[in-house]
């Protein structure tokens, strides 16, 4: 933390059109503090892409959650919004779409689908900066936008993650989690 962390996360905040950015440690911290923000827990179920990194199935892991896979489209390998709703059972909480290759998932569907089942989505963004999803950047339209800033992506810091959100309560847990709990960081405490 310090001004240029936080220099970083307001300039990105303005870049994707997001109220908030919250940077993390790297995107699977990213993906499992936003799970953790949504209130995934135990016993719940995650739907996400059988084509994807193995940090996406790990933080719904780590949350104590059960990744449930959806099959992918054949010409983006992007989840097939078209398999999402056969999944859904009474223990489904969120979906994690994934933009697989900087090809954006159909979000209008996704989040149509996640309203109607009362769902969280989590977008797992790690490799789709800069992408577009109907002339809008990737990063605010779901609960929670989740990027990578590692060192093979289009934006890099060596390692890194962020949180995008446009929620104030998601946005408030992320920063505490981020910190284990201290509600200040060490730059404004010193």
């Known amino acids: 933390m310090g001004p240029k962390t936080l220099k970083f996360e307001n300039n990105f905040k303005n870049y994707i059109g997001s109220q908030f950015a919250i940077s993390v440690n790297s995107a699977t ?17 995650v739907i996400i892409p059988t084509n994807t990194f193995i940090s996406t199935a790990e933080a719904v892991l780590y949350s104590g959650a059960k990744p449930i896979l959806c099959d992918i489209e054949e010409n983006n390998h992007n989840i097939d919004v078209n398999q999402i709703e056969k ?8 979906i994690i779409p994934v933009h697989f290759g900087g090809h954006p998932c159909e979000m209008d569907e996704i989040m149509r689908i996640a309203n109607q089942y009362n769902l969280k989505v989590i977008e797992d963004a790690a490799h ?3 992408s577009f999803y109907k002339n ?3 990063g605010r339209f779901s609960d929670a936008v989740c990027f990578s800033f590692y060192a093979t992506k289009t934006l890099s810091t060596g390692e890194g993650g962020m949180v995008t959100t446009n929620n104030n309560n998601i946005s408030e847990k992320v920063r505490i989690q981020r910190l284990h709990g201290i509600n200040g960081d060490a730059w404004k405490r010193y």
């Open 29 to 45: 911290a990213a993906l499992q503090l936003a799970l953790n923000a949504v209130k995934v827990d135990k016993g719940d179920e």
């Open 87 to 94: 999944l859904i059972t009474p223990q489904t909480k969120a």
């Open 136 to 138: 809008q950047k990737i």
């Open 128 to 130: 789709a900066l800069p």
